[in-house]
């Protein structure tokens, strides 16, 4: 009897634990893109290859539950088709409250193109929630700030920040680029918005490696060590952002919802904010109506903002535009240098093809598979956020 329990418990602990064993191909990661995530899960791959680790910062984003009601379990895999992989060990860590847990895992044995992978279990319903990332071939270079990874993709002008990774004995050459890059396409757009393959740095000049330094000018950085390598570090520096606040740049998200006089009495409005309400308020017909769409649709370009920003503003980006008119999708699926999102809900169904296309500013900057049978379906959506019922 004793060692039938044995079985029935071992049994029973075996069959918990490969419930979890999913193939990240088959996993629906709409929850990256849902700002309703009671959870926030950053983590980052940093150092030099063979001696990287995983930093990472596990908190609450409900304040009636604790971090402990979660479990954040992680592992290396080879593939997305692998439904498990190799146990990590227990971080180090840095901090470990209700609030908010940091730590740092070596990654000694982690090879090149292997999967960092967290499962998210709360331990309540037993639900799961998988994140990963892909391990570089290279050096992984990374701003430091306060001794820690900066897991933004921009950051704040002036703020103070180390570019570590770099081989400590060289400097880190700068380049500048204050480029206004264009606005993403329409889905249905025969050409897409296309950056010059060679773009003119504004200033270059050069910092030290690992010591702290500020930015005092808005735009796109790349850090180099060797510029005849497609090897560096590309930031933006922002001021107004995430969130907008500023009138003068409240006036470029507006193209995906206007037409083009409109734009042009926007843009010619800079800090007049009377001139620019009027605008608003001639788009969607009443006060009341220009409030919801302005609260609706600039928290939209503040999200896009939070999860795409690139070598462009997040806003300005294929998925960013995608996110901010038709919402975040009820699917995303990522089968190899795609990810698909899906929409089944009351104001659009259909579905929409991203394709990896890395650069040296973005190795994980994606572009919408365009398509004219896109067109009804976008001019019904921004017809809607015109009329803000959003």
Known sequence: MQRYCYWLLTFFICLAENSYAQPLRDVNFSYLYDQGLE???VFTVHGTSGQQQLYFEF???????????YSVQWELRNSINEKDGTELPEPKWLSNTAEKKT????LENAAPEQLVVAKVILSASRKAWYFYKTISQENTLSLFQNNLPVTNT??????PVAANGFDQNKPIAV?????????????FATSQARVSPVIKPDSTFAIIPGQPVQFSELGLYLLQQDTASAAGLAFRVEDDYPKLGKIETLAGPMIYVCEKKEMDKLRAAKGDKLLFDKTILSITGSTERAKIFMRNYFRRVEQANQLFSSYKEGWKTDRGMMYIIFGPPE???????REVWEYKNNNFKGRFIFTKSSTLFDPDNYVLIRDRKFTDAWYAMVDLWRKARF
């Open 175 to 187: 380049s500048l680029y204050k480029t206004d890059f264009p606005a993403a396409a329409p889905p």
């Open 331 to 337: 699917e995303v699926y990522r089968l190899g240098d």
């Open 103 to 106: 730590g740092r895992i070596p």
């Open 154 to 159: 921009f950051i704040r002008v002036n703020e």
């Open 59 to 69: 908190s609450s984003s409900n304040p009636a539950r604790s971090t402990n009601e």
């Open 39 to 41: 959870f926030n899960l």
